[in-house]
T-cell receptor, first 111, second 114 residues
Framework: DAKTTQPPSMDCAEGRAANLPCNHS???????VYWYRQIHSQGPQYIIH???NNETNEMASLIITEDRKSSTLILPHATLRDTAVYYC????????????FGTGTRLQVFP | GAVVSQHPSWVICKSGTSVKIECRSL??????MFWYRQFPKQSLMLMAT?????????EQGVEKDKFLINHASLTLSTLTVTSAHPEDSSFYIC??????????FGDGTRLSIL
């Protein structure tokens, strides 16, 4: 699976949009981009995933660049409960099924 | 939907005892379950992958005789830490998925060995 690079930490004011970047320059054509987050002392929570089109669900939006070498997770109106470590993972569904977690981005939402 | 329940959430036991952790998929059939371990201030590390009805596949460096995994049904997997020692103290997390769908995680088990 392709390696990803994320900033170690970010801050965001409550109510503002949080934009979390992820670089995956070695992604291959059949690899999807997955986002999970881990709130302190809990198991990771699935957020969203996509292949090449932008995706949106009730939690977030995922913007993938046309060359697919990077993506951005957008939390449109961050709340204090969104404070967590966010992980960007690329993998091929059906293949190995392993999720290899990097170090992620620690997002701190402040009042 | 896609709820994974893990039990117990917290356990303290004496060195040398064995501890069993259960992972259940409550509203879907999990063809595959995964077990992770997480030390403080570190990321999750995959320990093993288990498919229902077959032996688990362990990651390099994980002792299969120490971490026994059983995936007897499509909704239940168990991890038994045998003869636990203080260095086995960690946060153990399971995940489950149906084929081709995202993994969903339990809330973890904090294991403390005295």
């Amino acid at each position: 699976d392709a390696k990803t690079t994320q900033p170690p930490s970010m801050d965001c004011a409550e109510g503002r949009a949080a934009n979390l970047p992820c670089n995956h320059s070695t992604i291959s054509g059949n690899e999807y981009v997955y986002w999970y987050r881990q709130i302190h002392s809990q198991g990771p929570q699935y957020i969203i995933h996509g292949l090449k089109n932008n995706e949106t669900n009730e939690m977030a939006s995922l913007i993938i660049t046309e060359d697919r070498k990077s993506s951005t997770l957008i939390l449109p109106h961050a709340t204090l409960r969104d404070t967590a470590v966010y992980y960007c993972i690329v993998r091929v569904p059906y293949n190995t099924d392993k999720l290899i977690f990097g170090t992620g981005t620690r997002l701190q939402v402040f009042p | 939907g896609a709820v994974v329940s893990q039990h117990p959430s917290w356990v303290i036991c004496k060195s040398g005892t064995s501890v069993k952790i259960e992972c259940r998929s409550l509203d879907f059939q999990a063809t595959t379950m995964f077990w992770y371990r997480q030390f403080p201030k570190q990321s999750l590390m995959l320990m093993a992958t288990s498919n229902e009805g077959s032996k688990a596949t362990y990651e390099q460096g994980v002792e299969k005789d120490k971490f026994l995994i059983n995936h007897a049904s499509l909704t239940l997997s168990t991890l038994t830490v045998t003869s636990a020692h203080p260095e086995d103290s960690s946060f153990y997390i399971c995940s489950a998925r149906d084929r081709g769908k995202p993994q969903h995680f339990g809330d973890g088990t904090r294991l403390s060995i005295l």
